[in-house]
């Protein structure tokens, strides 16, 4: 009889008693879309907008540039034109020079044995009052030269352009010039002396206007 109670004893403590399920042993992930809603991705960050530039000072950026290129550009061109004035003014006074120390040469050159070409190459380095005053006195020249038999040969020892006018083509040079004289019988005679000779321009280029012994003390300077 004993038993049978403690049999009936366990049986309700054993009913009485619920079960528990077993736990998992992991808990399960919770889905990437519950994630993405917990923790929500920052905006994105918007770029800086591009600077405008001010016109103003572009423009005035601009016509500095301009102006510093056209300083630039005037200064070479007035360095450039005033060297080649220059340099135009020294070529025309060694043009001068040289067509007065020939002019000069020409007529302080004379040989009687080839007096009529003597007498037109001074022609050809004269014009205005010399070129008049050689032609009307050929005739008589022309005698005097015979008569005496001479030759007359010149060599130019120095000289400078002492005036020059080119807008009005005149100019003046003053040489030193050594003249030998030689007669038919005797010994050649050579002196020396200053003249000043007046040029002028002429188609066919400068040629003696005027020819006559300089004053005593005068220069070329």
Same mark, same amino acid.
């Given at each position: ?23 998992? &042993?992991? +808990?399960? *992930? $919770? /889905? =990437? #879309? &519950?994630? +993405?809603? *917990? $923790? /929500? =991705? #920052? ?5 800086? /907008? ?172």
């Amino acid at each position: 009889m004993a038993d049978t109670e403690t049999t009936v004893v366990d049986e309700a403590e054993d009913s009485a008693t619920p079960e528990t399920p077993d736990e998992p &042993e992991h +808990a399960p *992930e $919770e /889905p =990437e #879309a &519950e994630k +993405a809603e *917990e $923790e /929500p =991705e #920052a905006p994105p960050e918007k770029a800086a /907008p591009p600077r405008r530039r001010d016109p103003v000072r572009a423009v005035a950026l601009v016509l500095a540039c301009a102006a510093a290129v056209w300083a630039a550009w005037s200064g070479y061109t007035w360095y450039d034109r005033a060297h080649d004035d220059d340099l135009h003014y020294a070529e025309l006074r060694d043009e001068v020079r040289r067509s007065g120390e020939q002019a000069v040469i020409n007529l302080n050159t004379l040989d009687y044995r080839t007096l009529a070409q003597s007498l037109k190459t001074w022609q050809d380095s004269s014009t205005s009052e010399l070129y008049q005053q050689i032609v009307q006195g050929r005739a008589q020249f022309e005698k005097n030269i015979a008569d005496a038999r001479t030759i007359t040969k010149a060599r130019i020892l120095e000289s400078a352009v002492s005036e020059l006018d080119e807008h009005s083509g005149r100019a003046r040079i003053i040489v030193a010039v050594q003249i030998t004289v030689t007669p038919p019988d005797g010994q050649p005679a050579t002196k020396r002396l200053r003249q000043i000779g007046e040029l002028t321009r002429t188609s066919s280029g400068w040629k003696l206007s005027a020819l006559g012994e300089a004053p005593v003390g005068s220069s070329g300077n």
